[in-house]
């Protein structure tokens, strides 16, 4: 199909999350009223890629959280950076960051689980993060009193730069000599 690439290019710049090769496909199929094959789509996204990794461009075309997203260079990100933060009026405390933390490891996760793991109460915490989308109530578990399961959502990986939660680190590369337990031998 002619100029493929210039309506992909539409709809992922248009799109306010990551789009997915299946909604592509699906748009571009209903708009022409004829199927669309993978494979062109699939060669149209490297074309733009490939077209945006260019010096001439200050962004680029990137896979992240199951879709296509334009996103700015890295050689731009301390001044995308510092505008950000000049901007932001959320932002994450530390403890909804550690809550944050308890549930995209520990999810679908219980609210009397992160308390047990945090040792303090996370109404406000659960709440902020609810309130800007990074985590969802993911249903209600089995047994007294049904407590709600929580969960990250497609935003919380858009937001931290990951295609699946499997790209989180792993807790032992967080382990340092400081965090052991139990004294050193002296020599």
Known sequence: MENLNIYIESLIFASDRPITLKDLEQTL???FETEIIKEDVLNSIEQIKSKYSSTDFAFEMVEIANGYQFMTKGLFH???GQYLRLESKKKISRAALETLAIISYKQPVTKTEMESIRGVNCDYGVQKLLDMELVE?????EGPGKPLLYGTTEKFMDHFGINSLNDLP?????????QSIGLKEEE
Do not use: A, D, H, N
């Open 137 to 141: 109530i993911t249903g209600r578990e």
């Open 170 to 178: 792993q807790l032992k590369e967080f382990e340092t000599e400081e």
């Open 29 to 31: 199929s209903t708009y």
């Open 78 to 80: 301390p001044v995308v």
